[in-house]
Structures are given as C-alpha cells and as structure tokens.
C-alpha cells in the first residue's frame, strides 16, 4: 500500500476525516449525535411579569427554549438600545401564548447562532409587559456595564409606544411542550 493511502486509511478509521458535509440547521425532530444543552426561559414564573431566568449564559448552537405561564405572554427578539421593538425584519418572534392555569401548552425554542447578545422581551400590552420590566438577555456582555440588563430595562421603562411584534412566528421553532410533566 502506498503511504499517503494508508495514511488516508487510517485517518478515516481514527474519525480524522469526515466524508459526510456537515449539516448545521437545527431540526427538532431530528435526533443529533451529540443532544444540544437547551436552556429553559419561563415566562410569567409566578404570575410575575419576567422572564425566568431572565439572564441565560448559552454556547453557540445551544437551544432557549422559552416556556409561558399564565395569562397571554410573549417573546420577540429586539436589539439592547432599543428596547420593546423587533431589532429587524428578521428578528424572532414566538407569538402570544394564551394558557390557563394548568396547560402545559406549548413552547419556542430558539438557536443561539453566535456569541453576540440577544435581547428579547415580552410584547403584551394589557399591562405594559416589556416596558414594566419583563425583558431579558442571552449572553450579555458581563464587563460591559453600561449595556447591562439592568441598563436596558432602565430604557425600557421610559418607552412610551406599545411595544411591537413581527407580522408572523418566526426565527425559532413553535412545538408542543416536549416536558409538558416538568411543572411549567
Ligand atoms: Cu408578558
């Protein structure tokens, strides 16, 4: 045998080389090799206008996975500076989540595609949700204070318009709660 094709051989054979392209869209019903970690984000905890937790640390290609407790809350991506606004036309948004005491209902996941923080809050109007405080973050940047959590929520607070929603579900996937025994 040549050498360059033993070293082929045996490179194939040790999983040095991948002959199959490697497909990185996140399907939930697939199963992959390796499980993704999956952060779980309740909203409304306790009849309280949050996210919980509101402040989730997520490696690239991890999952959120927002779940909704009474009455009609939602999640919809917007930008730090900006706050209870869609960031873009491209910005997730999981729809409203109307549940009763008791209904697991449904959840949207989302895929963390990069290190960047991503800001989400809570579109409900009927109480002024996002402009009362219920916003929150993946990944924040910790050294950088002035884009805290705590800085974008003091924004939030001074926004006058209802908050805005994008025209359709969008950016994440909407499925039945996988988990729908784990109380909430
Ligand atoms: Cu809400």
Not at 124 to 127: A, F, P, T, Y
């Given at each position: 045998m040549h050498s360059s094709t033993l070293f082929i051989t045996l490179a194939a054979a040790l999983g040095l080389v991948s002959a199959a392209p490697t497909d990185n869209t996140y399907n939930p019903t697939k199963t992959y090799a390796a499980p993704r970690t999956t952060h779980t984000v309740v909203a409304g905890r306790g009849g309280r206008l949050i996210f919980d937790p509101d402040n989730v640390v997520a490696k690239v290609g991890s999952i959120v996975e927002f779940h909704f407790n009474p009455l009609n809350h939602s999640v919809v991506e917007s930008s730090f500076g900006k706050?209870?606004?869609?960031?873009?036309?491209n910005s997730f948004f999981g729809g409203f989540f109307p549940v009763r005491e008791g209904q697991s209902g449904e959840v949207f996941q989302i895929e963390v595609k990069d290190t960047r923080p991503i800001w989400f809050y809570c579109a409900?109007?009927?109480?002024a949700h996002c402009q009362s405080g219920m916003t929150g973050v993946v990944n924040q940047i910790f050294d950088r204070q002035e884009f805290s959590l705590r800085a974008h929520r003091e924004l939030a607070a001074k926004v006058q318009e209802p908050s805005g929603v994008q025209a359709g579900i969008q950016g994440g996937w909407r499925i039945p709660n996988p988990n729908p025994l784990g109380g909430f």
């Open positions: 706050p209870c606004q869609p960031k873009d036309a409900q109007n009927n109480g």
